[in-house]
C-alpha cells in the first residue's frame, strides 16, 4: 500500500538554529499538506500544495517558516529560526481529488508519519 | 469559518463493548466528514469516511453516521480490542474545499 513518506522522524534543535523536514507523498496525488500538530490537539493547517503552486498559507508564519514543492512531488518545510513554541508534530499529507456527477469534489487526505520537532 | 467539536476527550471500555464518540459542526454546508485513528508516535490514518448523501456507513467493526439537520456526526466501534486504543479525529470539510476542520480528538483506551 502507498504510503507519504516524511523524514527525519524525530528532530531536535536549538533554538535559533534552522531545521528542515522532508515529504514524499503518495504517487500521483498532485495536492499536498503540511500541518503542524501540537500535543493533545488536532492537526493545524500551514500550507496547502496544488502541484508546484502554493494554494494557501494563510496560517504559515511567514517571518520564519517557509515551504517549497519545486518539482510539484516531494517538499520541504523549513524553519528558521526554531522558537521553543514550535515543538510539535509536522506532518504531511496528500490527497486524491474524489468526486462524481451527484456530488461535490472533496479531498481523502492520507498522512505521513509526522516528524517530531524538540526545540531547546 | 468551519468549528468542530469532539466528546468525549477521553473514553475507556472493557474490551468487546462498543464505543462512540460524536462530533457536531456549525458549517451546514459542510458536506463531507472523515475519522482518523492517530496511534502514539504515528500521523493520523483515514478510518472511514461519510458524505452527506448518506446517512450511515459500516466498514466491519466501525460505523459512522449523519444527522445533517442537527448537524452531528458519530463513530461507532463495536467488539473493541486491544488494538483499537489510540486517538480519534473527526474533521468536516465544506463542498469543493481542501481544507479539514478538525475536531480536538478523542483519547480511547480499552481495557483488556
Known amino acids: 500500500e502507498a504510503e507519504v513518506a516524511q523524514s527525519p522522524r524525530y528532530k531536535i534543535t536549538e533554538k535559533s538554529q534552522a531545521v528542515a523536514f522532508w515529504c514524499d507523498p503518495i504517487s500521483g496525488h498532485a495536492t499536498l499538506y503540511w500541518y503542524r500538530q501540537i500535543l493533545g490537539q488536532g492537526p493545524e493547517l500551514l500550507v496547502q500544495f496544488q502541484d508546484e503552486s502554493v494554494v494557501d498559507d494563510s496560517q504559515l508564519p511567514k517571518d520564519r517558516f517557509s515551504a517549497e514543492r519545486l518539482k510539484g512531488v516531494d517538499s520541504t518545510l523549513k524553519i528558521q529560526p526554531a522558537e521553543l513554541g514550535d515543538s510539535a508534530m509536522y506532518l504531511c499529507a496528500s490527497s486524491l481529488l474524489r468526486g462524481d456527477r451527484a456530488f461535490s469534489v472533496y479531498y481523502e487526505q492520507y498522512f505521513g508519519p509526522g516528524t517530531r520537532l524538540t526545540v531547546t | 469559518g468551519e468549528n468542530v467539536e469532539q466528546h468525549p476527550s477521553t473514553l475507556s471500555v472493557q474490551e468487546g463493548d462498543s464505543a462512540v464518540i460524536k462530533c457536531t459542526y456549525s458549517?451546514?454546508?459542510?458536506?463531507?466528514f472523515p475519522w482518523y485513528k492517530q496511534e502514539l508516535g504515528k500521523g493520523p490514518q483515514l478510518i472511514i469516511d461519510i458524505r452527506s448523501n448518506v446517512g450511515e456507513k459500516k466498514d466491519q467493526r466501525i460505523a459512522v453516521t449523519l444527522n445533517k439537520t442537527a448537524k452531528h456526526f458519530s463513530l461507532h466501534i463495536t467488539e473493541t480490542q486491544p488494538e483499537d486504543s489510540a486517538v480519534y479525529f473527526c474533521?468536516?470539510?465544506?463542498?469543493?474545499?481542501?481544507?479539514?476542520?478538525f475536531g480536538a480528538g478523542t483519547t480511547v483506551t480499552v481495557r483488556a
Open positions: 474533521a468536516a470539510s465544506k463542498p469543493n474545499d481542501y481544507k479539514l476542520s
Open positions: 458549517d451546514s454546508a459542510s458536506n463531507y
